[in-house]
């Protein structure tokens, strides 16, 4: 390659998902430093070294698949979401147990979590059905049938290891895509009925006892202040104390007392918060929205119904994970196991928002790099 023809290829090169995420993880890795090192627990002292080769092995895959064309990932859909499932069940009967949760596959030193796979995998197999099948028809509730079992299996899977707040968010993804698909208003208002009604007998029927608690921490968190209301009550402890400017790096008392549990996880935008303040948390915030618009700026611009189909997927795995988390530590939500993109600890997350990047730079691309 000529240097005429490679700054030509720099040129069209999409960058702007890559350097969203880049930012946002840069923002990421100082707060995991700051709250890891500013606790009194040792262990958790070199996460944020073990988080940047994560980020590194992330945004390679992600850089490789960006030079995929998008018709090779659509031939792959379904591969992928089959050997995802295939995991799930493996996870199942070999997985690590960790507080008595199975949802890890170790290999090695490293463990991997299937389920955060698995989101994009459904995204790529939903999106390759709803673009073969009638892709101008209106869907009715007969026509979700089938579609919806591609995200009803995995689901099922990861709720019983178990993870409702993961086979939850993949439900919730696959309505957006099917609402961009063109869903009739009338099966949505049945939909959204049958939900509450599910939503009741669930909770009565089918929810263990510490997610009943969660509910009603929610409602009222100080029904169990020092129980299963303490996450709750923390959180917003640390978020309030924050202000306008924060307290400053490494100040949060939240992390450095460890009164605020699994603040590198979960609950690592309170301690952002707590650091850094109102204006901090609106930067931050500014940040999301500019990479959920440009996924969604993205699906408007291309030609094939199937890339758009996926840049609205990616964009509602996106969305619904920066929504839910910062809802569950405001208070605004029950609290779920969502992590926060590019913030929250987790090797098998970051590679999933890398494969993410990667497919969308792959559409973006298609449109004047692969001509």
Known sequence: MNKSIFLEFIKRYDFSFFGTVLAIFFIGIINLYSATHSTINPVTDDLYQTQMVWFCISMGVGVAISFLQPKTIFQSAYFFYILNVMLLILTLVIGKNVMGATRWIALGPFSIQPSEFMKISTVLAVGRWFYKFNPEKELGLYDLIFPFLFV???????IV??????????????????????????????????????GGFAYKYGLKDYQRKRIINFLDPGADAKGSGYNAIQSKIAIGSGQIVGKGFKKSSQASLNYLPENHTDFIFSVYNEEHGFLGAVFLIILYLILIFRFIWLASSVNKFYDSLVSIGIMSIFFWHVFINMSMVTGLLPIV????????????????????CGVATSISNARNLFQ
């Open 337 to 356: 196991g969502i992590p926060l993109p590019l913030m929250s600890y987790g090797g098998s997350n970051l590679l999933t928002f890398g494969i993410c």
């Open 152 to 158: 009803l299996i995995p689901a099922g899977l990861v």
């Open 161 to 198: 290891q178990p993870d409702l707040g993961t086979g939850l968010l993949m439900i919730l993804i696959f309505f957006v895509m099917a609402f961009y698909r063109k869903l009739m208003w009338k099966s949505i208002a049945i939909i959204a009925v049958a939900s509450l009604v599910c």
